[in-house]
């Protein structure tokens, strides 16, 4: 075996996400100076932090979901063995060194020295393996994982191998992947559970903060972990140092963007997520207000593949060539610090996972094209349904112009708008839509990009031997070279089949208040290393 030492070498950069919402033309932070000395002052420890968030979690279970306001709260809670650092590198968190078999088949995984769970329990090899079985059955992304996993060994107190049925070079970035997360909780939790999200006595991690309590559309409440065993190293994304400054979080559920805005004028609430980008003229001309922004997925259409019009692949070139992406992008985000045209599968940002080869198919807006495309298809002129959740701004705006602009060109087009949970269950029968609207956020490797997963509702119920046999080559390429000229095939591919209509990448927008010191944007809120000036 040969040695590897976590602690000392950088594990390959992987970039992307599986979920929804919205990817960015660049990598965040603050949108303008912060006259405040974010940097320079001094740590002030306890008092409490109020962060107002869009939506009341389903479950805060981590492992469980990836819904982003899981997310925000449960990497405060929880965490895994390996994490993304700010570059969106994997590197380690609970794990300290794993060893690689030269078939590249074995992974043994030693944990670190002092961890302790929230419920004073020491972490063990026996909460890894078992939290990780646990994984492989409940995360979308360990389902994917699980198709290489041949078992798992408790080896002693703070040691387990992984055992797989063939080489997988894609393991550490699953488990690493901060949606549908890879995180350790105590081993009695895990098997308890089985494949029903956590309950809330159950939400028991090793995070700097732990669950306090929970009132449902109202506020999440977590508390600092004064046994909190800290990596050592500087803080960067969701690994290295952490320190809990303020006593306690309360996440706040408030929907809408400008009680948001109001409350953090007045001092309610200490950080807002999710606003609108049309309000980010309003954040920049507050004194006392910085605006965060943090790569948000991109953009897209998703044609329905099982049956007509979009099965042929005519009419879906047709679709492509009676899109103007650039005037869709500049209506709807206004702003062109907040998107970028890009064809790619990954972002620019993503440099490990980038690839500018083959995506020339991205913009081909031709309308005269598209009517001969049309007229060649065996498109009838029946009535295409564009479906999407009218709770998102951008959504409503993107499918309103596709509308104008497909039948300019001789589609016959029906706008359908529901809300959130309701668009969510009619995406699940093909027959309720012919194009969906939808945002997918950053995901961290090919094999975790839902928008083109086989025979899903998620992908149009898209179904390629050729994408299927390029996600197989990636499990097991070795080299730089191999995997740079696989992302290239997979932009190629989306090209030629078509499965998503790519619109633009995008970026979020959260907004901070200046008396918060110290914070680093990346990803969405986090509470750690950070506090509020008295």
Not at 230 to 241: A, K, N
Not at 266 to 282: A, F, H, K, N, R
Request: proline share 4%; aromatic share 10%.
């Amino acid at each position: 075996m040969k040695k590897i030492t976590l602690l000392l070498i950088g594990l390959i950069a992987l970039i992307g996400l599986i979920g929804l919402i919205g990817c960015s033309s660049d990598e965040g932070g603050a949108t303008k100076a912060d006259s405040s000395g974010n940097d320079s002052a001094e740590p002030v420890e306890g008092g409490k932090m109020n962060v107002a968030i869009s939506a009341d979690p389903n479950t805060l279970d981590w492992m469980y979901t990836g819904e982003s306001a899981a997310r925000k709260i449960g990497w405060h809670i929880f965490e895994g063995l390996f994490a993304l650092n700010q570059d969106y590198e994997a590197k380690p968190l609970l794990a300290d060194s794993y060893e690689v078999s030269e078939d590249g088949k074995t992974y043994t995984i030693d944990l670190r020295e002092g961890l302790t769970f929230h419920n004073g329990e020491e972490v063990t090899s026996k909460d890894a393996v078992a939290s990780l079985e646990r994984w492989l059955k409940v995360s979308s992304i360990g389902e994917i994982t699980n198709q290489h996993v041949e078992s798992l060994e408790v080896v002693d107190e703070l040691q387990f191998k992984i055992h797989l049925n063939k080489a997988y070079t894609s393991l550490l970035s699953d488990l690493s992947a901060p949606k549908h997360a890879a995180v350790i909780i105590p081993a009695s939790i895990a098997e308890e559970a089985g494949e029903q999200p956590l309950s809330r006595d159950e939400l028991i991690g090793t995070g700097p903060f732990e669950f306090d309590s929970w009132k449902r559309g109202n506020e999440v409440v977590i508390k600092k972990f004064e046994n909190y065993a800290s990596r050592e190293g500087e803080m960067s994304g969701l690994t290295g140092g952490k320190k809990a400054y303020f006593d306690s979080v309360h996440f706040k559920v408030v929907k809408d963007p400008q009680v948001i805005l109001n409350g953090m004028k007045t001092g309610l609430y200490d950080y807002g997520s999710d606003i609108p980008l049309d309000l980010y003229e309003v954040v920049e001309a507050a004194p006392d207000l910085v605006a965060e922004t943090s790569n948000n997925g991109y953009t897209i259409l998703t044609t329905d593949k099982s049956e007509a019009p979009f099965d042929d692949n005519k009419v879906r070139q047709a679709l492509n060539a009676a899109l103007n992406k650039e005037e869709i992008a500049k209506a709807t985000y206004g702003n062109e610090d907040f998107y970028g045209l890009d064809g790619a599968l990954f972002t620019p940002n993503q440099t490990a996972l980038y690839s500018d080869q083959n995506i020339e198919g991205f913009s081909g807006y031709d309308p005269e094209k598209a009517k001969e495309l049309l007229e060649e298809s065996s498109y009838d002129g029946k009535p295409i349904k564009i479906m999407f959740a009218n709770s998102y701004s951008d959504y409503k705006k993107i499918a309103e112009i596709a509308e104008q602009q497909l039948e300019e060109v001789g589609f016959n087009v029906n706008l359908e708008s529901f809300e959130w949970a309701t668009y969510l269950d009619k995406w699940g029968k093909a027959s309720n839509w012919d194009i969906v609207v939808i945002g997918w956020s950053p995901f961290f490797s090919p094999n975790q990009a839902g928008m083109v997963s086989q025979d899903s509702n998620s992908s149009g119920w898209y179904n390629s031997p050729e994408w299927q046999q390029l996600i197989s080559d990636w499990a097991t390429a070795g080299t730089e070279e191999e995997k740079d000229q696989i992302l290239a095939e997979l932009n190629a591919t989306l090209y030629e089949e078509r499965p998503f209509e790519k619109v633009a990448n995008v970026s979020n927008l959260d907004v901070r208040s200046t008396s918060v010191k110290s914070y680093n944007s990346w990803y969405g809120p986090r509470s750690w290393n950070t506090w509020k000036a008295e």
